[in-house]
């Protein structure tokens, strides 16, 4: 039977491991008063029951997370299973603790009692929404974990009801927290019960061919280590073959069996930077032959978890194919602890702040795959119009805008719904129309077939569009007569406001030409438009407001005057380097612009610049032909390269290219044929399918860099290649 020691113990070398700035008076404290709490429980297996919070805490403190985490972890079943309250808690430990405990202790009372398919993801929301405090649900995860782990001795129906909980809430929570570790051990443990012959059988499989295993991986991480070591590229190799789950969820998608399984093994390269990611990629695909279709650029669009990697899968010599997966020490960090590394970097800096993980909480309820864009976006915007989850009386999750009302909720059951609503019950009791809905609430409308339909006050009562656009447009339909003398009333103010005469609008001439401007057929259009509120007076206004004011008045408006703008001074910087002899001047700094990166072979100039020694240009260069300036003219020089120089000099390349699958592949391994390493590369996407991307990278001289650019011209999507000008 697991002891208290063995269980204390391992939290506390846990804990010096991964945090070791905890707290740990306070943690002996959170120890003694959860043992104190639990001591006539026990576990299923007869164990003392103070080992599972003791085991909870020690997850929570291998994914690294804080004191306040750890103690809450402690804490996590106390509220629920034993005496101690929110405010002991609170005076005891602090309000921070306090509150981690009580959302823990909250999820734990949430019972999925369905999981129907389209409920499991507003069931996922809900959870996370109900989390004020991101460290709310990472130690229900934990706690989630050690539950899985100790499952044997539960009831059969408990394991299923359980895991299956596991498989559709936790697992797919893990996931998007972006902490795979987790999200792997959890999954396999479900599966184990949830289907206990399929994962015996897959398990057996492997077991039998460890060996056969083993001797591959081994193989494949001495060959690539070899061929990476030989170009000089600092990394560290692991192989491993793919979790139960993920084996056994392909063999069902892909109905295969056993032996044609594909893919088994999972190899991980990890470099320094991440132009190295790119450049082990294109040896990877000289090694290896490529399976295609199977590349994925998450380093240039990372998903939505925040993982980041370069993906591909190729076929070794003995036909066997397998994953490779790139990445640099951070993102692997991301990669394995997800969110909590994230939250490690941010600790100290107002941890624990709820502010701090809107973002996010925002990113996880994304379901769909947000591309990087979106993704970048959802990082920078603070977000604070957050949803709300409430129930049918029938136990259905709604989700709604936060500081949604009845009257949201009734037009999102329908239309109809809503427009004959007389009245509403939130968890039971008759509420008004204005009371905001909580998470959780169980809302009930009341309906009644003579009800008047909707009050044009619900405008702005509700909060979400959906509601707001149901309503207008049952007025529109109901009520033209009324919004046209509406429309028209705050039409006709406006014009006033702006000593415009409404007459105006009777001139037969001008209406017309009003109307079109408009996209109305009639005035009459426009005022029930303006009435049910489609279209505001002051819009409708701003789109002929010159036609108008050039009727009211007989005088023109003045023309503007455009101010020119000061073309900019072209950028000089970057470390000193030689190889430049400068006509007249013995020695001085000399730099290579940025703009135009020129290369030994390159037609160049040179301008004295201010105290900087002279910065080198070609010729072409938009900065140097834009310097033709009289004033500046005795500032330009002639320089010459040196001959039989061997320095390799940093050049940056624009490309234009058809985006498609495989086009960042193929240019790796176009500049690793020419033997050279990437510095940079920055991409970005670009209308109509297409993307731009800038690479930087050294050559010896033009005639490199022109054999280069003619080898990437050759892939097919590249549209243009051309020297960096900006
Ligand atoms: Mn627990």
New binding site residues.
Partial sequence: METFEQHYNSMMEAIRTYVPNTDLETVERAVQYAAEKHKDQKRKDGSPYII??LA?AEIVAEIGLDTDAIVAALL??CIEDTSASHDEISRLFGSTVAELVEG?TKL?RVEFSTLEEQQVENLRKMFMAMSKDIRVVLIKIC?RL??QRTMEYQSRAKQISKSTETMDIYAPLAHRLGMQKIKWELEDSALQYLDPEGYRELVDYLDAHKAEAEAFMENVQKRISDRLASVGIACSISGRIKHVYSIYRKMKEQNKTLDELYDLYAFRIIVDTISDCYNVLGHIHEMFKLVPGRFKDYISTPKPNMYQSLHTTVIGDEGVPFEVQIRTKEMHETAEYGIAAHWKYKEGIEAGEGKEFEWIRRLLEDQKETDAEDFLHSLKVDMFDDEVFVFTPKGKVISLPAGSTAIDFAYAIHSGVGNTMIGAKINNRIAGYDVKLHNGDIVEILTSKSAKGPSRDWLNICKSNQARSKIKQWFKKEKREENIARGRTSFEGELRRMNISPALLQDEELRPLLLKKLSFDSLDDMYAAIGYGGITAVKAIGKIREDLLKASRSTSAPKETKVLEISQPFQQDRHSNSGVIVEDIDSCMIKFSRCCTPVPGDDIVGFITKGYGVSIHRRDCPNARAANNPDLAARWVNVSWVSGGEKPFATTLEVLAQDRDGLLLDFSSALTSQQIRMKEINGKELPGGRCGFTVTFEVKGLEQLTGVMNRLRGISGVVEVKRGQN
């Fill in positions: 599972h919070p909870v996590h079943d823990v734990t706690d050690h539950n």
